[in-house]
């Protein structure tokens, strides 16, 4: 019997001595093993409105797919809509310290309520629960799929006046976003008046801080001479740094240049060298602009 299956799921209460529920353990990488991690990253942390297909594993309450969104209305963690289309929120919020247990345990509450009905409270999972990782048909392949807006929502159903004005003000909250093509999790934003990219990259964060403070040290951190490297999001375990692009720049005029910091960051991630004094510098530098998300 191996480590995971000796692992305790209960624990004796002190004042009762009944026996508890143990707590979801923390996963610092909560979507690893998934197929494209860093899709879900991104799905989760840094697009606004965007949806994926999964597979189930086994079929539940007649379930075979699902659809995992940015977020759903009212900020409803899952919804079983009518037609038998289930839909998972990845930006619900959390209620353990694991993203992909949370995410489990609205999609089995969503694959068995009635069609027609949300799922508005997702207890808080335990050791116990079942993670993505034990639903999903990993041999799937996980495609984001980016929107304009929220319609996604409602697919034909009519909704009244105050249900379009919710929807309306919910597509009007949409930040501009486009993926940057011939990498993966790489996507171009406007915020106001300014644009970035923000790219979930593959390695551990630690790595990846360094091999962009390796880049920095050597003055090579620049997309274009004209987008500068702002800082870093660390996401579910992985790093998304952030550069300041041309308010002009078309994102075709993106790929190339990202294409290439690709091969540079890959190459840096793959030294072995201590860091040297510049590239600690650089480190710090990166790691005081960085921002936890959730």
């Not at 009944?18 to 998934?34: Q, Y």
């Not at 379009?164 to 993966?184: D, F, M, Y």
Request: proline share 7%.
């Amino acid at each position: 019997m191996g480590k995971a299956s000796k692992r305790r799921t209960t624990r004796p209460d002190r004042s009762t001595g009944t026996l508890l529920a143990e707590p979801a353990p923390f996963v610092a990488r909560p979507f690893a093993e998934l197929p494209d991690e860093t899709e879900w990253v991104a799905l989760r942390e840094i697009l606004p409105a965007a949806t994926a297909s999964v597979r189930l594993a086994e079929p539940r309450g007649g379930i075979e797919t699902a659809t995992v969104t940015t977020v759903l209305p009212l900020a409803w963690p899952a919804l079983h809509r009518q037609g038998h289309d289930v839909f998972v929120a990845t930006q619900s919020g959390a209620t353990s310290g694991d993203a992909s247990r949370d995410l489990a345990a609205a999609l089995l509450l969503a694959c068995d309520a009635a069609e027609g009905t949300p799922v508005t409270v997702v207890p808080t999972p335990t050791a116990s629960s079942p993670r993505l990782q034990d639903l999903l048909d990993t041999r799937s392949p996980f495609e984001v799929v980016l929107h304009d807006g929220f319609d996604f929502w409602v697919a034909d159903t009519h909704l009244d006046d105050e249900g379009q004005a919710s929807l309306q003000r919910a597509n009007e909250s949409v930040i501009p976003t486009a993926r940057v093509k011939g990498v993966t999790s790489a996507y171009w934003c406007l915020i106001g008046e300014r644009a970035y990219l923000r790219w979930v990259l593959p390695h551990d964060e630690d790595l990846a801080t360094n091999a962009l403070a390796r880049l920095h040290a050597a003055g090579r951190s620049r997309l274009t001479p004209d987008a500068r490297l702002l800082g870093a999001f660390r996401a579910s375990g992985l790093l998304v740094p952030v550069w300041e692009v041309p308010r002009d720049v078309v994102v075709d005029d993106l790929v190339a240049p990202v294409a290439a910091m690709g091969e540079a960051i890959e190459e840096a991630a793959a030294s072995s060298a201590p860091l040297d004094a510049d590239e600690r510098r650089a480190r710090a530098g990166l790691q005081s602009r960085q921002v936890t998300l959730r």
